[in-house]
């Protein structure tokens, strides 16, 4: 699945145009040894993605990849964790509970997205504002409730507060999330164009494909 790739990537340094290469420059950290991925799942608490634990062995512990690039992971201090922005929103005590497939009830995200204030119909300016910190706190409660979002990790950032996450527990484990709570919608699984759910060695390659194919077409 992955032989070849860590060459593929790194062939691609110095190109420009693929977005997020700016931040990621086609790098990748070093790979992880056996032992140092044994003792993430074990501080985990379950196993990791096959797809997803083979890559850190054979391609990289993170880097170059889609969007702004894969998070590294490393043992800082005698722990694992992820960096990247927001990757702190992964809640790594809790990455072996299975992750909720069904977030909160549609009809009362609806409703609640149906109230957000409307800056013109207040007259006072910190009515308004106090108004906003009160409607932000109940969406806070209803979409960023520690429990949606364990067993995943955060993946990558797309940019504006959006992210992507793969699934480490539960029916779901192996599959890539969509992130958009930033626009007052939950988190969604990643689709390809047949509908089918997407995994980190899709997620990836496809990836990998296309900035090859567009670095070709501006080069000929």
């Known amino acids: 699945m992955w032989a070849g790739v860590r060459e593929r990537v790194e062939a691609l340094g110095g190109t420009g145009g693929v977005f997020g ?3 990621h420059g086609f790098r990748l950290d070093p790979v992880l040894a056996p032992a140092e991925v044994e003792a993430l799942e074990a501080q985990l608490g379950t196993a990791l993605p096959e797809e997803y634990r083979s890559f850190l062995l054979q391609v990289g512990a993170g880097g170059a990849g889609p969007c702004h690039g894969v998070y590294p992971v490393h043992r800082t201090e005698g722990r694992w964790a992820w960096s990247g922005d927001g990757a702190d929103l992964a809640d790594l005590d809790r ?3 299975p992750f909720p497939a069904a977030g909160p009830d549609p009809e009362a995200l609806a ?3 149906a109230q957000r204030p409307d800056e013109e119909s207040f007259e006072d300016e910190d009515e308004y504002d106090t108004a906003m910190e009160e409607w932000d706190d109940r969406m806070g409660d209803l979409l960023w409730a520690a429990d949606r ?3 995943a990790i955060v993946l990558c950032h ?3 507060g959006q992210r992507e996450w793969l699934i480490v ?3 779901e484990h192996g599959r890539i999330w969509s992130d958009n709570r930033i626009d007052d919608l939950d988190l969604a699984p990643l689709l390809d164009p047949e509908g089918r759910p997407v995994t980190f ?3 990836y390659l496809d990836w990998l494909d296309e ?3 567009y670095v070709r077409q501006q080069a000929g």
């Open 21 to 23: 290469a700016a931040a």
């Open 211 to 213: 900035a090859e194919q």
């Open 169 to 171: 527990s539960g029916p």
């Open 111 to 113: 409703g609640l997205v």
């Open 201 to 203: 060695a899709r997620w």
């Open 149 to 151: 979002t364990v067993g």
């Open 95 to 97: 990455t072996a509970e």
């Open 158 to 160: 797309l940019g504006c």
